[in-house]
């Protein structure tokens, strides 16, 4: 049955892919989104909006405005957000404002006012948890903390067991792992998610969590240089300069495309197994950062070498991978897509893109900010 439902920050990455799908199921779709032009260069409408969603451009901060867009909004899809790890370091009020701000008045205008709001889904992060699980094979699964300064400054890169100190075999992270996050944009997606399962289970608003692993795909935006390491690396590549990888190269994440993310987001909103629960959404398979540089060049037929730099990032995590059997079992979520099935894609839709060569001030940045 068709739906009206609110999409915020649906001119973003993600949120454009799941109002494209949402259209193609017939129902009526609203967008909020600011055009933040970190992500749209100077605040233009990307070319992907979807003509057949309404597009409101306004900030979730707009208390007046959200009450108005609730009224008839019958599922919200909350997508809008700040995103950049490193970023979030020195620009905390940007951050806590935008994405914990944003959430809290998101939630007040819902309980608050009239409205036919039926369910609200939220984009959480595999950031909030930190380090992902490993196993030590003395003493079994273990939760380390970070890695020590002193560690990073030796170039051992692997995680030790904070029991025996033995080297660690990362193992697939589970949603009961405790969130420890580690920087001040996870801190802000924990809250967020906190937040939303907990007005929702008082106040009887069914709510569900996606705590995304790394995504990629079309429309991640090449030129916010402080997010994404697909598009960081496709912009360097673009502009014949070398990815820059940080440590050894090998530690690994998740990757899951986009088309599986929204495929998440929408069992979420048809099956009420989801409500009041908080999902992980990944494929449960690691790529290296190094792999993923090496398969980019070779895709693009570039000449530029994966630049392994054996610097190490402040509060960069070494592995974390979803363990995906709770999406699997629940919500019936089987990832559809890999890199190298959507590659081609995504690097035929790279070259209809302007990208800017702004890697070296967010670089800088860092490094002013004693990051890297
Ligand atoms: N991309 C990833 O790998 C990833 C991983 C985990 C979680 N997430 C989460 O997924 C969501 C979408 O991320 P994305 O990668 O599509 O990012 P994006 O930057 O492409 O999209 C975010 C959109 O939100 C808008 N926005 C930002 N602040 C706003 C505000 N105050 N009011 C209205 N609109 C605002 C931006 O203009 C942008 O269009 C975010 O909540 C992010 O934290 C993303
Ligand atoms: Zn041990």
Redesign the pocket.
């Known amino acids: 049955m068709e739906k009206n439902i609110l999409v915020?920050?649906g001119?973003?990455?993600?949120?454009s892919h799941l109002v494209d799908r949402l259209i193609v199921e017939g129902h009526n779709v609203t967008i909020?989104?600011?055009?933040?032009p970190q992500?749209?260069p100077n605040s233009k409408k990307p070319p992907f909006l979807n003509k057949k969603a309404r597009f409101v451009k306004?900030?979730?901060?707009e208390t007046k405005l959200l009450l108005k867009l609730l009224k008839d909004a019958e599922i919200v899809f909350h997508?809008?957000?700040?995103?950049g790890v490193g970023q979030s370091m020195y620009k905390l009020n940007y951050y806590v404002e935008?994405n914990i701000g944003?959430t809290a008045n998101l939630l007040e205008a819902l309980i608050n006012k009239e409205n036919s709001v039926k369910k609200l889904i939220i984009?959480?992060?595999?950031?909030s948890y930190g380090e992902g699980e490993y196993e030590c094979a003395n003493c079994g699964r273990v939760f380390p903390k970070l890695r020590e300064i002193k560690q990073l400054k030796e170039k051992k890169w692997e995680v030790k067991c904070p029991n025996c100190n033995l080297e660690l075999k990362p193992i697939p992270t589970t949603e009961e792992k405790l969130l420890d996050s580690n920087s001040i944009y996870a801190i802000s997606?924990k809250t967020q998610e906190e937040m939303t399962l907990n007005i929702g289970k008082t106040y009887s608003i069914p709510t569900v969590a996606l705590r995304?692993?790394?995504?990629y795909g079309t429309r991640?935006?090449l030129n916010?240089p402080y997010?994404?390491v697909m598009a960081i690396f496709l912009n360097l590549i673009k502009n014949n300069k070398s990815p820059v990888v940080f440590e050894d190269g090998l530690q690994t994440r998740d990757f899951v495309s986009v088309y599986d993310i929204v495929q998440a987001n929408i069992l979420a909103m048809k099956s009420k197994n989801a409500d009041y629960e908080s999902f992980n959404v990944g494929t449960g398979k690691p790529t290296s950062i190094k792999e993923l540089s090496e398969l980019l060049i070779k895709f693009t037929g570039s000449k530029v070498f994966t630049n392994i730099t054996y610097k190490f990032r402040k509060g960069d995590i070494r592995h974390c991978i979803a363990d995906i059997s709770k999406i699997k079992l629940r919500l019936g979520f089987k990832p559809e897509h890999s890199i190298e099935k959507n590659i081609q894609e995504i690097l035929n839709w790279s070259k209809t893109v302007k990208v800017t060569d702004n890697f070296k001030n967010a670089e800088k940045e860092l490094i002013e900010h004693d990051l890297i």
């Open positions: 915020t920050g001119a973003g990455f993600i949120g909020l989104d600011l055009l933040d992500v749209h306004g900030n979730v901060l997508q809008a957000a700040v995103v935008n944003g984009a959480s992060s595999m950031s997606k995304y692993f790394n995504v991640q935006s916010n997010t994404g």
